[in-house]
C-alpha cells in the first residue's frame, strides 16, 4: 500500500462544477503540499498545511491530522483548472508522493 | 517569474553520451535542492538531496556514479546523466525550499530523450 493515496485518479467535470480531490496518509507528517502539474511538466505549489484549512481565490485546502486525511476543493471550475494534482507529504526533509489525480473541466 | 529556474527545458542525446541539467535558484540561497524523476503517467521519485558543499545524499536503487550532483555554490546544483542510455529518458525536475520554510519551488523540468 503507498504511503500516500489519492483520490480519484481521474476526473472529468464540467466547468462550473464543484471539484474535490481527496488524499490520505499513512506515515507521520511535518506538512502536506498540494501541487498542480500542467501538461508541460511545470509544477506549481499552491498550498502548505499543517492543520487547518487554506483558501486562495478559488481553491480550498484542508487537513485532518487525527485522520491523515487531506481534501483540495476548487470551486466554479474552469477549463484552466485542468491539471494533474498531487498531494505530497513532508517528513523531516524529504517529500512522499500520491499518484496524482488528472483533473479535466470541459467547457 | 520563476523562483527556481532550471535548464534545459528538452534535451536530445545519444546513447553513452553525458547530459546535464541546472537548476538555479534565483534571490535566494537554496542549501538543499531535490532532484526527482517522473515517469509518463507515474509519480514523482526523489532521486537524490543535493546539498551545498557537501556530497549528494541518494535515494535507495539510483546510481551515484550514474546520476552526478553537484551543489556548488549556495543558488546551483547540477544532475549530470552519465552514459546515458534510452532508458534514462525521462522527466527530471528539481525542486527547492523556500526560505521561510512555508513552501517550496519547483523547477520548470527537463525532457530528456536518449536515442
Known amino acids: 500500500k503507498n504511503e500516500v493515496e489519492q483520490s480519484p485518479q481521474n476526473l472529468t467535470a464540467q466547468e462550473g462544477e464543484f471539484i474535490t480531490i481527496n488524499c490520505s496518509y499513512s506515515v507521520g507528517i511535518s506538512a502536506l503540499h498540494w501541487l498542480q502539474q500542467h501538461p508541460g511538466g511545470g509544477i506549481v505549489s499552491l498550498f502548505m498545511l499543517s492543520s487547518g484549512k487554506k483558501k486562495h481565490g478559488r481553491l480550498i485546502a484542508t487537513i485532518n491530522i487525527q485522520e491523515k486525511h487531506s481534501s483540495l476543493h476548487i470551486t466554479a471550475s474552469h477549463p484552466r483548472d485542468s491539471a494533474v494534482y498531487i498531494c505530497?507529504?513532508?517528513?523531516?526533509?524529504?517529500?512522499?508522493f500520491g499518484q496524482g489525480t488528472r483533473l479535466t473541466i470541459n467547457p | 517569474g520563476a523562483v527556481v529556474s532550471q535548464h534545459p527545458s528538452w534535451v536530445i542525446c545519444k546513447s553513452g553520451t553525458s547530459v546535464k541539467i541546472e537548476c538555479r535558484s534565483l534571490?535566494?540561497?537554496?542549501?538543499?535542492m531535490f532532484w526527482y524523476r517522473q515517469f509518463p503517467k507515474q509519480s514523482l521519485m526523489l532521486m537524490a538531496t543535493s546539498n551545498e558543499g557537501s556530497k549528494a545524499t541518494y535515494e535507495q536503487g539510483v546510481e551515484k556514479d550514474k546520476f552526478l550532483i553537484n551543489h556548488a555554490s549556495l543558488t546551483l546544483s547540477t544532475l549530470t546523466v552519465t552514459s546515458a542510455h534510452p532508458e534514462d529518458s525521462s522527466f527530471y525536475i528539481c525542486s527547492a525550499p523556500g526560505v521561510s520554510g512555508n513552501t517550496i519551488y519547483f523547477g520548470e523540468g527537463s525532457w530528456l530523450t536518449v536515442v
Open positions: 534571490d535566494f540561497q537554496a542549501t538543499t
Open positions: 505530497a507529504v513532508q517528513g523531516a526533509q524529504k517529500l512522499v
